[in-house]
């Protein structure tokens, strides 16, 4: 049944156009649902997905989180292989390295991933000296290195989904700020969006680092802040090479990629800002290029191209949030990913579309990413473990 705003009326309505709200509104489509609405305040794809890395990766010290990528590896590998996919999975690779006070926690990981048959391996610094001869090995005393991590392009995907999404009929509303939730006796009744108002008994939250702002419209408090980073894009006066992979140096938390014979560089703030202004600050600056710099000395030349700018989406412990119904009847809430959202968040939107459509989801199960976990008190997660 084609939508037509005449009737006001849907069965869905997803807040967000970004990786995660299409991918929740493609599984409902093709899971049978007729009348799908995804608002978006702006081009679908264009805030925190659009500006994303696209790492894919195994590498980390949670089971939890290795289950998360393996499950959107699931969803995506038939998007790699279509033919009108535009996009490709770089497996260029992900390197660790560890100093001293980081060598017990590698090499848990390590020991983590390799029983979930990740092909981690752990290299000591000669063998770094050998396959890395750019980098700094000073205070290093060893290293993960997977090759079977990579990269997606963002958009790639967004532009698959998009397709699919509009050739199942799902309405997509770009352009528009959703600024009232209507809910009555515990339950969503409508959502409102400029001079839009569609009624509708399930409303999804995927709104990213917008995600609490759009929670309190449906009385839900839900602890997801907005984070600004920045990375830096070198020129191409710098001496690394062109096929260098990611490389996190756990030890300061810079990381550097080779990318269209440029370097992009970050840095894991040492401290947290919060707040939807993206305007980087020359002190943020500084310390991308300080500590990259430092690592990589074929960067201590190299002048700085662009900047990137965009907002990650914290929780108070690190880990996303799935939530359905559980304060309001009807909202649902997948949001929350901590700068993983193209890694981890297509599997907890299937997860959602499952629970939608059936009331269970056999593919993950999401009760480890319940909102109500915030109500207890509990000790936040060491937040840079989320680096491994």
Known sequence: MAFSFMDARADVVIIGAGIVGLTIAFELARGGVPRIVVFDTGAPGQQSTGRATGGIRRQFGSALEIRLTEATLEF????????????????????????PEQRTRLDDACRLQ???????????PETLRERYPYVDLSNIIGATWCADDGFIDPWSIVQWLLQRCRALGVVIRPQRQVHEIEVGKGRVRAVRADDERVEAPTVVNAAGAWAGTVATLAGVRLPV??????????????????????IVDLSTGGYVRGIAGRILAGVSPAKERFGFDLEPTSDEVEAIAAHVSARFPGLQNAGIARIISGLYEVTPDGLPVASAGE????????AGFNGHGIMHGPALSCAMADLILHGRSTRFDVAPFSARRFEVKSVARDRSSSLI
Do not use: K, M
């Open 76 to 99: 995506y590998w038939p998007i790699f292989s279509d033919s009108d996919f535009n996009g490709r999975f770089e497996r260029d690779g992900y390197l660790f390295l560890a100093g």
């Open 114 to 124: 390799q029983s979930h048959g990740v092909r981690t391996e752990w290299l000591e």
């Open 225 to 246: 802040q907005p984070s600004p980073r920045i990375q830096i894009v070198t020129d191409t006066t710098h001496s690394l090479p062109a096929t260098t992979p990611l």
């Open 327 to 334: 304060h309001v009847e009807g909202f649902c809430t997948v």
